[in-house]
C-alpha cells in the first residue's frame, strides 16, 4: 500500500502516547530562520533519514522561510515533506508580501501551518482568520497545521482548557478530515523559553483536545494527529511523545540544527 507522508496511517511498531492507530510526525518549524548555507541541516536530516531501515515509525516534516522551500525540497527531498509556515486565504492578488498555499504547494509543500501564536500575536489573527487560512490550505490540497495554546495569564487563571477548546472550535473548519488536518497544542509560555508543561498537563490538554475533536469531527476525530509543541529537544522527547494523545511533535529552536531534530525523530526510530 502505497502511503501519503502526511496522512495519518497505522504505527503498529511504536506504542508511544499509547496510541497504535495514528502514525505520528515529527515537524520542525524554522520560523525566520535560515540562509542558503542552512541547506546542509535539511541535507543531514535527510541523509539521517535515508539511512534509517523501515523501523521508522513518524512522518518527518520540515517547514523553512518560504525562501528556502522549493530548494530544499529538491536537495533534501525523499523520506521528508515539506510545510510552509502561513499562507494568505485568497489564491492570489494585490497582498504585498504575502504566500498563497497555491504558492506553496508549487513549491513543494504538502502541509502550512497556520495560527500560530507569533501569527496570533504579531498580525492580530484571530480563530475565524487560522480557520480561513486552513480552509485555504484544503483549497491548494494541503494538510492545514492548526496551532493552538494558551498564553502563561490564560493557565494561571484556570484557563487553559477553556481557551485551547474555544480556539479548537474557532479554528477547525467543517471540511477537517484526519487527512487534511493536524492539530498542534502549543503552550505560548513554553514556547522558545525552554520550560514545558508536566507529562500530566500535557495529557489533560490533549484529552481534552481529543474529546473536543470527536465532538466537532464524530468518529474521524479519534484519528487526528495532535502534535505537543514548545521547548521540545532530544532530552525531554521520550517523555513528552509518551503522553497518551501526543501524536508527535511540533519543534522549533531544535529543529534548526539536524542533531538535535534527528535527535528527536530518534525516539520513534528505535536502533
Ligand atoms: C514553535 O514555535 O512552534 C515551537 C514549538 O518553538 P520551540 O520548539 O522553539 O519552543
Known amino acids: 500500500m502505497t502511503v501519503e507522508t502526511n496522512a495519518p496511517t497505522p504505527a503498529s511498531a511504536t506504542s508511544l502516547g499509547g496510541d497504535t492507530t495514528i502514525r505520528p510526525m515529527v515537524a520542525g518549524n524554522w520560523k525566520m530562520n535560515g540562509l542558503k548555507a542552512a541547506l546542509t541541516e535539511a541535507k543531514a536530516v535527510h541523509d539521517h533519514m535515508a539511512s534509517t531501515d523501515e523501523s521508522v515509525v513518524c512522518d518527518v516534516m520540515l517547514c523553512p522561510p518560504s525562501t528556502l522551500l522549493m530548494v530544499m525540497a529538491e536537495v533534501a527531498g525523499g523520506k521528508i515533506s515539506y510545510g510552509g509556515q502561513d499562507c494568505h486565504v485568497s489564491e492570489s492578488g494585490a497582498h504585498t508580501?504575502?504566500?498563497s498555499s497555491e504558492m506553496l504547494k508549487d513549491a513543494g509543500a504538502t502541509a502550512v501551518i497556520v495560527g500560530h501564536s507569533e501569527r496570533r500575536a504579531d498580525h492580530a489573527e484571530t480563530d475565524s482568520i487560522v480557520k480561513a487560512k486552513a480552509t485555504?490550505?484544503?483549497?491548494s490540497g494541503l494538510t492545514a497545521i492548526i496551532c493552538i495554546g494558551e498564553t502563561i495569564g490564560q493557565r494561571q487563571a484556570g484557563l487553559t482548557l477553556e481557551v485551547v477548546a474555544r480556539q479548537?472550535?474557532?479554528?477547525?473548519?467543517?471540511?477537517?478530515t484526519p487527512q487534511n488536518t493536524?492539530?498542534?497544542y502549543e503552550p505560548v509560555w513554553a514556547i522558545g523559553t525552554g520550560i514545558t508543561p508536566t507529562a500530566d498537563d500535557v495529557r489533560a490538554v490533549h484529552?481534552?483536545?481529543r474529546t473536543r475533536l470527536s465532538t466537532l469531527m464524530g468518529e474521524e476525530g479519534a484519528l487526528v494527529?495532535?502534535?505537543y509543541g514548545g521547548s521540545v529537544k532530544p532530552s525531554n522527547a521520550q517523555e513528552l511523545m509518551a503522553v497518551p494523545n501526543v501524536n508527535g511533535a511540533l519543534v522549533g529552536g531544535a529543529s534548526l540544527k539536524a542533531k538535535d531534530f534527528t535527535g528527536i525523530i530518534d525516539v520513534y526510530s528505535p536502533r
Open 97 to 99: 508580501g504575502d504566500i
Open 136 to 139: 485555504a490550505a484544503y483549497r
Open 168 to 176: 479548537l472550535a474557532g479554528s477547525l473548519p467543517a471540511e477537517a
Open 182 to 184: 493536524i492539530i498542534a
Open 207 to 209: 484529552a481534552e483536545i
Open 225 to 227: 494527529r495532535i502534535l
